[in-house]
T-cell receptor
């Protein structure tokens, strides 16, 4: 009954390669978000979207880009992966004010 | 900009004991406040939320939280913890403007002793 899925769940990639993480939601939610989770930092916002083709930067957006061509899909791209981007990435969606986020299960990315 | 502080990185309590996890926030307007729980290897699950009205809110799994505007706090409580409550807990703050971005605290890891 997952309303939001992330793929892949795990990925190991080499420094300098591009990587794309996918988030897919079936809730028809307007807002979508990408966070990264690192020990001692909690979750930090990378990028977010407030509609199809409408995206904006979060607090840790350097080295990342996003695209949203359909309501249900929100892609996160690491343009040239670095070891500092080794992290767990979470996607979330929100239907409207006050609803609380729905989170995906996360993607564990290791850059070697 | 809003911010959230969870002063306790790690808390250990005995099964059956009461629990209080602290959360302090900074926000210029009336905040939307949330508590999430994350089990190992899992995503975050919403425990409860506060927007307005009664300052004591009830959530799932027997948790409650109290909003205290004068102290800028939103502490999470449970009268008697169970071993299954062992997890990481995140407090978050947001508002009703724009894209509803949430800012999360650093998290508190809860360990339960048998």
């Amino acid at each position: 009954d997952a309303g939001i899925t992330q793929s892949p769940r795990h990925k190991v990639t080499e420094t300098g390669t591009p990587v794309t993480l996918r988030c897919h939601q079936t809730e028809n939610h307007r807002y979508m978000y990408w966070y990264r989770q690192d020990p001692g930092h909690g979750l930090r916002l990378i990028h977010y979207s407030y509609g199809v083709k409408d995206t904006d930067k979060g607090e840790v957006s350097d080295g990342y880009s996003v695209s949203r061509s359909k309501t249900e899909d929100f892609l996160l791209t690491l343009e040239s992966a670095t070891s500092s981007q080794t992290s767990v990435y979470f996607c979330a969606s929100l239907g409207g004010v006050g609803g609380g986020y729905t989170f995906g299960s996360g993607t564990r990315l290791t850059v070697v | 900009a809003q911010s959230v502080t969870q002063p306790d990185i790690h808390i250990t309590v005995s099964e059956g004991a009461s629990l209080e996890l602290r959360c302090n926030y900074s926000y210029g307007a009336t905040p939307y406040l949330f508590w999430y729980v994350q089990s190992p290897g899992q995503g975050l699950q919403l425990l409860l939320k506060y927007f307005s009205g009664d300052t004591l809110v009830q959530g799932i799994k027997g948790f409650e939280a109290e909003f205290k505007r004068s102290q800028s706090s939103f502490n999470l409580r449970k009268p008697s913890v169970h071993w299954s409550d062992a997890a990481e807990y995140f407090c978050a703050v947001g508002g009703d403007e724009g894209a509803q971005k949430l800012v999360f605290g650093q998290g508190t890891r809860l360990t339960i002793n048998p």
